[in-house]
Every structure is written in structure tokens, then in C-alpha cells.
């Protein structure tokens, strides 16, 4: 059975960092393409990033909106993807969802709130 | 950034009927290698989104033959046969054809 548990999520300030951790399992992460998506408490649904294979140079994707002050990475050893998230803004307050398989597989998210 | 645009917002349908969901994409959603990455997906309340269809028109694991998607290029079409009371929720359609990966606002269905 495929599962993804976030991790991480949290009350934070403006201008904090947050670290997101994906732990998965049920299927071979280090063939997965993974991808993390957040919704807004307006329910709107954000790609955020994605982090191919080793075999594509984990190449790293993102939406202009977090490019420069996010970063996805991934441990293979652990079966975990992660989002470093610094200089978080108001606007960045959203469940976070770590998926895979071109959402095919979501996880059941964590909260992030930024507010002071 | 491709936007898409989903119609209508929210609808009402008794159980056993029929319903429709359109999905408009700004941009053709062909990929260069000839597929079209345009998904749908049903957000139940207090869950997840999950995935219903994929490439148009292919059923995901497990969904049942009520769900029906169609369309092509820009213009797309969730269809949901007879009704049942666990449909209810939010779907969204969203592409994967271009970077970045985007999604509509989404339709709330409502069981009348």
C-alpha cells in the first residue's frame, strides 16, 4: 500500500524558515517523480514544486510564486522528499501535500500558518 | 502559465441523475511526445484530493465506470452517471502537460 505522511507543518512568522518532510513507502522512491502541492484556506489548489530521479540529475522544478525561497530535495536512503521553506509570507499559509505519480497519490497533508 | 477554467462553480443534482463539469485550458494541452496531460480529481470533505482521470479520459485505479472524462486540446468534460451520495465534494481538473503545473478553481457538487 502506498503511503505519504507529511511532517513538519506549524505556526510560523513572517520571514521564518519551515522544513516539510515526505516519508513514504509501498512503492520504489528512487524512480519517483515527486511533487508538493498546497491549498489555500480559499481551497485553491497551488503546484508548488517537483524533483525528478536520479536518472533525470534530480532535476528541480517550481512556481514562480516560491522560486528562491523554497527548495525540494529528496534522500533516497529514507524514502523522503522534503521543502525547505525560508522568508515564508502571509500568502505561503496553506495545507501542504506531498504527492506521487503525477498526483496520482496524495498525502493527508500538513498545515503551514505563517502570521505574527 | 496555463490557466484553467472550470464551469460551472457549483451545481445541484438529485441522486441517480446525471451532471457535467467543463474544463477550459488557455493553451493546448498536447504534449511534443503527443499526450495530453489533463487530470481530474474529487476533493471528499475533511480529505485529500484524489485522482479520478488521467490523460484525459483513463480511470484510475479503483473508479467506477460512472466517472467518464472527454475532450480534446483545450476543451474538456467530466461526466458523472447516476449520482450516488459519496460523489459530493469539490473536483478540480489540473495539466500536466506544461511547468507550471496548474489547476482550475474548482466545481462543488451538492446532492440535492
Known amino acids: 500500500e502506498v503511503q505519504l505522511v507529511e511532517t513538519g507543518g506549524g505556526l510560523v512568522q513572517p520571514g521564518k524558515s519551515l522544513k516539510l518532510t515526505c516519508a513514504t513507502s509501498?512503492?520504489?522512491?528512487?524512480?519517483?517523480?515527486m511533487d508538493w502541492v498546497r491549498q489555500s484556506p480559499e481551497k485553491q489548489l497551488e503546484w508548488v514544486a517537483q524533483?525528478?530521479?536520479?536518472?533525470?540529475?534530480?532535476?528541480?522544478y517550481y512556481a514562480e510564486s516560491v522560486k528562491g525561497r523554497f527548495t525540494i530535495s529528496r534522500d533516497d536512503s529514507k524514502s523522503s522528499v522534503y521543502l525547505q521553506m525560508n522568508s515564508l509570507k502571509e500568502e505561503d499559509t496553506a495545507i501542504y501535500y506531498c504527492?506521487?505519480?503525477?498526483?496520482?497519490?496524495w498525502g493527508q497533508g500538513t498545515l503551514v500558518t505563517v502570521s505574527s | 502559465d496555463v490557466v484553467m477554467t472550470q464551469t460551472p462553480v457549483s451545481l445541484s443534482v438529485s441522486l441517480g441523475g446525471q451532471v457535467s463539469i467543463s474544463c477550459r485550458s488557455s493553451?493546448?494541452?498536447?504534449?511534443?511526445?503527443?499526450?495530453?496531460?489533463l487530470s481530474w480529481y474529487l476533493q471528499k470533505p475533511g480529505q485529500s484530493p484524489q485522482l479520478l482521470i488521467y490523460?484525459?479520459?483513463n480511470r484510475f485505479s479503483g473508479i467506477s465506470d460512472r466517472f467518464s472524462g472527454s475532450g480534446s486540446g483545450t476543451d474538456f468534460t467530466l461526466k458523472i452517471s447516476r449520482v450516488e451520495p459519496d460523489d459530493l465534494g469539490v473536483y478540480y481538473c489540473?495539466?500536466?502537460?506544461?511547468?507550471?503545473?496548474?489547476f482550475g478553481s474548482g466545481t462543488k457538487l451538492e446532492i440535492k
Open positions: 504527492t506521487w505519480l503525477s498526483f496520482a497519490y
Open positions: 509501498g512503492f520504489t522512491f528512487s524512480n519517483a517523480w
Open positions: 524533483i525528478k530521479d536520479k536518472s533525470n540529475n534530480y532535476a528541480t
Open positions: 493553451q493546448s494541452l498536447v504534449h511534443n511526445n503527443g499526450n495530453t496531460y
Open positions: 490523460k484525459v479520459s
Open positions: 489540473g495539466q500536466g502537460t506544461q511547468y507550471p503545473l496548474t
